[in-house]
């Protein structure tokens, strides 16, 4: 992915599939024209940042948006497969935050998964299948290596204004996984 930085807006480019999504900030004024966008993100999709309500069926996503301090702008979620106990809590009927509907499958505009994303108050809706113009890509678990795929947390934080603080959070990891690695070599070498 690449993320390319504008006065009013910034375009994040999903390298994988060539989708581009026009972030315009919040109280800017109107969304940039066309004509300021570059050719290839005239006809993308554009999210007023940062943005206030999120949902997913994907599973990866969430530990991602539990790193962000992003869970209490869940609207729907899939909790089939989550292992939080914040985000379980917050799904849980009785607490009411968020929507859980269990199990997008199978998919289809008509879904009741998709129909709740559509009638909710999410307009971002992370790795697709609301069928609608608020899906975006998340191809962390394609990306070869695992540093690789920790760095999608910069992605997701984008559309959030978030960038710093996946940065730091990216930097923990990285920190971790060469601590990690230098025990295991450090151990071979015994």
Request: glycine share 6%; aromatic share 10%; proline share 6%.
């Amino acid at each position: 992915f690449s993320i390319e930085y504008f006065h009013t807006f910034k375009i994040v480019r999903n390298l994988k599939n060539a989708k581009v999504y026009v972030l315009h900030q919040c109280g800017a004024g109107d969304a940039p024209a066309a004509a300021s966008l570059p050719s290839d993100a005239v006809d993308a999709p554009v999210f007023t940042v940062p943005v206030q309500s999120w949902s997913t069926g994907d599973t990866t996503s969430l530990a991602f948006m539990e790193l962000l301090g992003l869970l209490n702008k869940a609207a729907v979620i899939d909790p089939s497969f989550a292992s939080s106990s914040c985000l379980l809590k917050l799904s849980a009927p009785e607490c009411g935050v968020v929507d859980g509907v269990a199990n997008p499958w199978p998919p289809g505009e008509h879904s009741a998964y998709s129909y709740a994303v559509r009638n909710s108050s999410s307009t971002l809706h992370i790795a697709g299948g609301s069928y609608s113009s608020r899906d975006v890509d998340f191809a962390a678990t394609s990306d070869p290596g695992v540093l690789a795929r920790a760095e999608w947390i910069k992605y997701i934080a984008a559309f959030f204004n978030l960038e710093p603080h996946a940065n730091r959070v990216f930097a923990e990891i990285k920190a971790e996984l060469d601590a990690g690695r230098e025990w295991a070599d450090a151990a071979a070498r015994l």
